[in-house]
């Protein structure tokens, strides 16, 4: 990752950790206490803000573009707040929103979907696409949730058990070609 890029930037001393073969579109903002794992991709105008409290996101996990990532911060409100804990091989999809809420492993997140604080998202999910995880619940492995607010509504067929880690890895491939074009290079 070039040191030119303007939009990954400290917040307090505590700048954002990029694990190995990272991509961060040039349009992206990633501040603060922010760990991305190894062949993350964020794409064009997602934010990652890990400005009052920390984000940690796994491996091979794309943040799709127009995404928005926060946290909660600690008050007397929330004793301890909230942070944004994210798993591996995990797609959020586009314009999706996760604020303050932990998120398991090979998990898809729909697009324009949002998840919202103290929500758990076991490993094995599929949150479709516009629903809402109201703050605290938790969503078990290995089923579809959809709607406002976020139903149980299906389990998971094999086909979509092995496009979690195959959805994710064609994320790896394209962030590569993106690394390969020298794009992160300001």
């Avoid at 934010?47 to 799709?64: F, K, L, P, Y």
């Avoid at 008050?75 to 959020?92: E, W």
């Avoid at 324009?112 to 758990?120: H, L, P, Q, T, Y």
Wanted: charged share 25%; proline share 5%.
């Amino acid at each position: 990752m070039s040191s030119n890029h303007k939009d990954i930037r400290p917040y307090q001393g505590m700048p954002p950790q990029l694990g190995e073969r990272v991509f961060v579109d040039r349009t992206a903002v990633v501040i603060g206490d922010v760990h991305l794992g190894d062949d993350c991709s964020v794409w064009p105008l997602a934010v990652i803000r890990g400005d009052m409290h920390h984000i940690r996101i796994g491996a091979r996990t794309s943040v799709q573009d127009g995404a928005v990532l926060h946290i909660t911060h600690a008050s007397d409100f929330n004793p301890g707040g909230y942070p944004l804990i994210i798993g591996d091989d995990v797609t959020i999809g586009h314009q999706a929103m996760l604020h303050g809420c932990t998120v398991g492993s090979r998990v898809l997140i729909g697009m324009k979907s949002m998840i919202m604080d103290g929500a758990v998202v076991e490993d094995e999910v599929i949150v479709a696409a516009g629903a809402t995880v109201s703050p605290g619940k938790v969503l078990e492995s290995g089923f579809v949730y959809m709607g406002t607010p976020a139903k149980k509504v299906r389990p998971i067929t094999e086909k979509e058990r092995r496009f979690f880690t195959y959805g994710a890895g064609n994320y790896v491939r394209l962030k590569d070609k993106h690394l390969d074009e020298g794009y992160d290079r300001a």
